[in-house]
């Protein structure tokens, strides 16, 4: 089975995949751990501002501690995730070294920073971090503009641009982002959401 590739704008409304036609395409290619730097120190924050910060575009997430109460707000986001084609850093912004390294990077304009319904992280990090976060490409719009009806999603787009099945773990996200220590699995989930959207992006560019 193999979906549209949107190369360019359509008048006409295009379905977005279902969860069954998905399921039936063979798993995208994520990174591995060793493609994955966690950012929690000064040092690494230094180390990952240098590399990142000569790429045109990055893929973008943020992952906060769930609340399960109602009324109770929001302390996160507790993790940035950031990406290019060939790696990914997630950033605890526990550390005020890395929160601080992380506010420049969303700052820089001339970087786009490319993800999937980005609304709600951007105003956790206007509340956190204290700044406006710079060149936010939401790439649902993008499928919009390309005649997709609903918005797409990393599942959607990675199917539709790349006819396979991008896996997430349910357990992964609902887990506890505040942690000091993440798991691999947590390290794997942020990094990959990142990394599939500057994959997106740059098959639509």
């Not at 180390?47 to 893929?59: K, N, Q, T």
């Amino acid at each position: 089975m193999r979906f549209m590739n949107p190369q360019g704008y359509s008048k006409e409304k295009l379905a977005t995949p279902s969860k069954e036609a998905i399921a039936e395409l063979p798993p995208f290619d994520r990174l591995g751990l060793d493609r994955i730097s966690l950012v929690n120190t000064a040092a690494q924050a230094r180390e990952a501002y240098a590399r990142l910060v000569d790429a045109p575009a990055w893929g973008f997430d943020t992952e906060s501690k769930p609340t399960f109460q109602v009324g109770e707000a929001s302390t996160g986001p507790h993790v940035l995730q950031l990406a290019t084609p060939e790696r990914a850093w997630v950033f605890q912004l526990h550390d005020p070294h890395c929160s601080a390294v992380a506010a420049e990077l969303l700052a820089l304009s001339g970087i786009d920073k490319a993800g999937f319904g980005l609304g709600d992280d951007k105003k956790r990090i206007v509340q956190k971090l204290g700044l406006e976060p710079q060149g936010v490409l939401e790439l649902n719009t993008v499928f919009h503009q390309r005649g997709y009806r609903k918005d797409m999603g990393v599942k959607g787009a990675v199917a539709v641009l790349f006819n396979q099945r991008f896996i997430k773990s349910k357990k992964a996200a609902t887990s506890n982002w505040a942690n000091l220590r993440l798991t691999e699995a947590q390290l794997v989930y942020a990094a990959n959401d990142a990394y599939a959207a500057i994959r997106v992006f740059n098959a639509l560019s």
